[in-house]
């Protein structure tokens, strides 16, 4: 019998919970899952209800912690951070480095005992401080297309869409261009290209991946293995960055947005702002063959066709049978859950509209910030996203003022602040990321990686914007 596999769960929502679920079907596997504000609700049993997996009932996980302490027993392969990405608030370096410097990482003493990080998150450049922080820990990037929502009394409901796109994290952009110091300071970050033990860990790195989608495809899950996964973070970025802003400025539905009435309104504005982020991947080096223009047009003619209502004019005699451009994208198209399935549908708000009503911090430095850094790097015009991320940060820095003054926020932030520095063991690769630590704090400071943390200014220097681009 094959020795058992610990996985930890940071971030127990409907995402991490669907997953966990998934990881669990594999006898080897023993999840732990931290619920910190869901855990009363949760600890007399889950329940599950699921278009792709049917109803289940009272399932829980191995084991269900209260906290990063009680979790903190013992070393785990796998580290899921399915929370959100909040680099102005909470670093997710900070938010797993309990994990990643604890005693049990400390004692690994190879590439196969350490722990490898899994990002489930939105946005662009999400993997870039975690790395810059802790450079011999691998990180799988996963982008989730997944429909799934936690609601009161422990309970998780799951539409058909379930997929996980993985890869290894290696870096952003072309390879990097002799004198450019940009593509050099985010091209890899791990050292997988440069340092004397770059190709092992790389080659163990792409192992680690490889067992992990293993894992999810044999408990019925759907993991897709890519060579370059950022290509794909923008391609779902397109949608967030464009409609979710929009949804999100005007407190509006997705419906409401592509509706009849006003898509001659909206149409051109979320076109060109998808092709603002487009403009910004093309110059970093996601051309043609990984991320297709045609990705802009796909995304539009999708979100039409699943939550523009039908018209109010039809014969309501005729049955219930809306038509679906694309049957994989998750929507039912028959069943006795359909009209009820795609009625919800029709009131979905993006989740950065539900933070912003509920005055919670958002998604918005991942998802519209760190477009507009990687633009300015590359002197790429971005106007309809500066315009977004203005009227946007407003309400962001009111809730990150309101979030951060809590005593919880302070103690973390002075935890995190006043760490020993570490590099989470790994023996001998842990040894030589330590000596390139210390060898990197003899740099000059403007030639120094750094760790974002809250209240950062701009992160990646560049040149400043072209006004006579022939991109827009």
């Not at 539905?253 to 909206?266: C, E, R």
């Not at 970093?284 to 999708?302: F, H, M, N, S, T």
């Not at 309809?384 to 926020?409: C, E, H, W």
Request: proline fraction near 7%.
């Amino acid at each position: 019998m094959s020795s058992p596999i610990d996985i930890l769960i940071v971030g127990f929502g409907a995402v991490g919970t669907v997953y966990g679920w998934v990881l669990s079907q594999n006898s080897n596997v023993r999840v732990t899952a931290i619920a910190r504000s869901s855990y009363d609700e949760m600890s007399n049993g889950i329940r599950i209800e699921s278009e792709k997996y049917g109803e289940i009932s009272g399932w829980k996980p191995y084991r269900l912690v209260r906290d990063a302490d009680e979790a903190n027993d013992r070393a785990y392969k796998y580290i899921i951070c399915s929370t959100k990405a909040l680099p102005d608030l909470l670093p997710t370096a900070s938010v797993l480095a309990p994990f990643l410097e604890s005693r049990h990482a400390q004692d690994t003493v190879d590439l196969e005992d350490g722990p490898c990080v899994v990002l489930i998150q939105n946005g662009i450049g999400i993997e870039h401080p975690l790395a810059s922080a802790y450079p011999s820990i691998p990180i799988i990037s996963v982008v989730a297309w997944i429909g799934a929502n936690l609601k009161p009394g422990g309970r998780v409901t799951h539409g058909m869409l379930e997929k996980l796109i993985m890869g290894l994290y290696t870096g952003e952009g072309s390879e990097p261009v002799e004198g450019e110091q940009v593509e050099d300071a985010f091209g890899d970050p791990h050292g997988y290209r440069k340092g004397p033990d770059g190709p092992e860990r790389l080659e163990e790195g792409k192992r680690r991946l490889k067992v992990f989608a293993d894992l999810i495809n044999n408990g019925g899950g759907t993991a897709v293995v890519v060579d370059d996964i950022q290509s794909k973070r923008y391609e779902k970025n397109l949608w967030n960055a464009a409609l979710s802003s929009l949804c999100t400025l005007s407190r509006c539905t997705v419906s409401q947005a592509v509706d009849p009435a006003v898509l001659p309104y909206t149409l051109p504005v979320v076109r060109r702002t998808m092709l603002e982020v487009m403009y910004v991947a093309r110059a970093w080096g996601y051309q043609e063959d990984v991320l297709p223009l045609r990705c802009v047009d796909e995304a539009i003619k999708i979100t039409i066709n699943n939550y523009q209502r039908p018209s109010q004019h039809s014969d309501p005699n005729t049955p219930f049978s809306p038509q679906r451009s694309d049957p994989s994208y998750g929507f039912p198209t028959e069943g006795d859950l359909a009209k009820e399935s795609f009625e919800s549908s029709y009131n979905f708000k993006p989740s950065m509209l539900l933070d912003a009503e509920a005055g919670r911090p958002m998604e918005l430095e991942p998802i519209i910030g760190s477009l507009l850094d990687r633009a300015r790097a590359k002197g790429v015009p971005t106007p309809r996203l500066d315009m977004a991320y203005s009227a946007l940060k407003i309400q962001q820095d009111l809730a990150i003022r309101a979030y951060s003054s809590s005593a919880t926020y302070q103690e973390h932030i002075k935890n995190w602040l006043s760490r020993p520095p570490a590099v989470a063991g790994l023996g001998a690769a842990g040894r030589k990321a330590w000596e390139r630590a210390v060898k990197k704090a003899e740099l000059p400071e403007h030639e120094q990686g750094s760790v974002e943390m809250a209240g950062w200014r701009d992160k990646i220097p560049g040149k400043p914007v072209r006004a006579d681009s022939k991109n827009i």
